[in-house]
């Protein structure tokens, strides 16, 4: 059975300070890998995706992450946070098994201060 | 736009009522799903279909049941509400392989009183 941890459920950080979001998946499979963003009262929207190839994973807003398989990890970063930045990060895992859902991590509010 | 529309976006339920969620895409996706959020818990799969016609029980089934009759549609229902069902119910489609991420639509707020 696959599964998510994410560490920490609040991150705070300073404007123009770099935004380090861990994620930790088990899977009994090759897993894909996806960081999704909520910002209040809207639905998810995906970031970035890890499926094959490159470990280094560049998404959208300035956003990265890196598979580190033999860590099974998955962390998100960016170098400088941004106001805009604050919302709440969603770490998944998917397998390519008959159903093919996302399950997902508990979440991680990021909060940017001024 | 091409997306996932869900309605309603909020609704107030009383104990024991019940009520039906539309989930509807334009994307030809065959793949479509139902989660529940709750603070601190992620998103839980509800129920699930992997084509028109079929649907299949996720994590947290209990006190829900779903139809795919088209395959733009995925409806959720609750056919007697419980103040636990109050949460923010979260449709979601994708293309066939695991490797495509979900589309989510935006979301229905439930409150059950």
């Known amino acids: 059975a696959q599964s998510v941890t994410q560490l920490g459920s609040h991150v705070s950080v300073s404007e123009g300070a770099l935004v380090l979001l861990r994620c930790n998946y088990s899977?009994?499979?090759?897993?894909?890998l996806f960081w999704y963003v909520q910002y209040p009262n809207q639905g998810l929207q995906l970031l970035l995706k890890?499926?094959?190839?490159?470990?280094l994973v560049k998404g959208i807003n300035g956003f990265e992450a890196e598979f580190k398989k033999s860590e099974t990890s998955f962390h998100l970063t960016k170098p400088s946070a941004h106001m805009s930045d604050a919302a709440e990060y969603f770490c998944?895992?998917?397998?390519?098994?008959?159903?093919?859902?996302?399950?997902f991590g508990s979440g991680t509010r990021l909060q940017v201060q001024p | 736009n091409a997306g996932v529309t869900q309605t309603p976006k909020f609704r107030v339920l009383k104990t024991g009522q019940s009520m039906t969620l539309l989930c509807a895409q334009d994307?030809?996706?065959?793949?479509m799903y139902w989660y529940r959020q709750d603070p601190g818990m992620g998103l839980r799969l509800i129920h699930y279909?992997?084509?028109?016609?079929?649907?299949a029980k996720g994590e947290v089934p209990d006190g829900y049941n779903v139809s795919r009759l088209k395959k733009q549609n995925f409806l959720l229902g609750l056919e007697s509400a419980a103040p636990s069902q109050t949460s923010v119910y979260f449709c979601?489609?994708?293309?066939?392989?695991?490797?495509?991420?979900?589309?989510f639509g935006s979301g229905t707020r439930l409150t059950v009183v």
């Open positions: 279909s992997v084509g028109e016609g079929t649907t």
């Open positions: 890890y499926t094959t190839g490159a470990t």
């Open positions: 994307m030809n996706h065959e793949y």
């Open positions: 979601a489609s994708r293309y066939g392989g695991a490797n495509y991420g979900y589309t």
């Open positions: 998944a895992v998917s397998e390519d098994t008959g159903r093919r859902a996302l399950t």
């Open positions: 899977s009994s499979v090759p897993p894909y």
